[in-house]
């Protein structure tokens, strides 16, 4: 069974540019969340997709955005990067089958640096 | 959502066993305790999940008293690659649901 696999690993991004980052769901499941991590803070809900559609998000602004795809991979696009976007953004994929916390895996991440 | 508090930080040595307490006190009918542990420039992974009583696995247990608004993750006999922030985690068990994560619990293991 393959876990979560996000690409790239490390990004350097400059103010005002946009940038898109790729996550592929573990075998099976067909949601798929994003998660951001500032340092010292644990991670903070983006927003979720089942089925191709958004079905969930956290505070955060609307140039967060994101696609899940027939395969169920997905992308995060943020636009207008700011500083305080530096961060590790992690993807989760899970099933849709109501059970608490449990059954969510989480890639390793992306580290996003906005100079 | 209810909120959870946990300590900050806790120290332990090698061998040893840590218990971590979390205080949920809003935690409603349809929600789960669940915990999760983080390493570094890593994503974070599942440890347990539980309703009510005791529940063990092979790497934690997790105790939760009757009223449920706290409970415990016991880790046996701690190694240094136990070293991580834990996170403890209410989380409903219907419907669209999203982790709510806190500042989690560092724990340092020493030899």
């Known amino acids: 069974e393959t876990g979560v696999t996000q690409s790239p690993t490390h990004l350097i991004k400059t103010r005002g540019q946009q940038v898109t980052l790729r996550c592929s769901s573990q075998s099976g499941h067909n949601t798929v969340s994003w998660y951001q991590q500032a340092l010292g803070q644990g991670p903070q809900f983006i927003f979720q997709?089942?089925?191709?559609?958004?079905?969930g998000r956290g505070n955060f602004p609307p140039r967060f955005s994101g696609l899940q795809f027939p395969n169920y991979s997905s992308e995060l696009n943020v636009n207008a990067l700011e500083l305080d976007d530096s961060a590790l953004y992690l993807c989760?994929?899970?099933?849709?089958?109501?059970?608490?916390?449990?059954?969510?895996?989480f890639g390793s991440g992306t580290r996003l640096t906005v100079v | 959502l209810a909120k959870t508090t946990q300590p900050i930080s806790m120290d332990s040595y090698e061998g040893q066993e840590v218990n971590i307490t979390c205080s949920h006190n809003?935690?409603?009918?349809?929600?789960?305790i669940t915990w999760y542990q983080q390493f570094p420039s890593q994503g974070p992974r599942f440890i347990i999940q539980?309703?009510?009583t005791k529940v063990t696995n092979e790497v934690a247990s997790l105790f939760i008293p009757a009223d449920r608004k706290s409970s415990t993750l016991s880790l046996p006999r701690v190694s240094l690659s136990d070293t991580a922030v834990y996170y403890c985690l209410v989380v409903m068990n219907t419907g669209f649901q999203k982790l709510v994560f806190g500042t989690g619990t560092r724990l340092l293991v020493s030899p």
């Open positions: 809003n935690i409603a009918t349809n929600d789960y």
């Open positions: 997709y089942y089925r191709e559609e958004e079905n």
């Open positions: 989760a994929s899970s099933l849709v089958a109501g059970k608490g916390g449990y059954g969510y895996t």
């Open positions: 539980g309703y009510k």
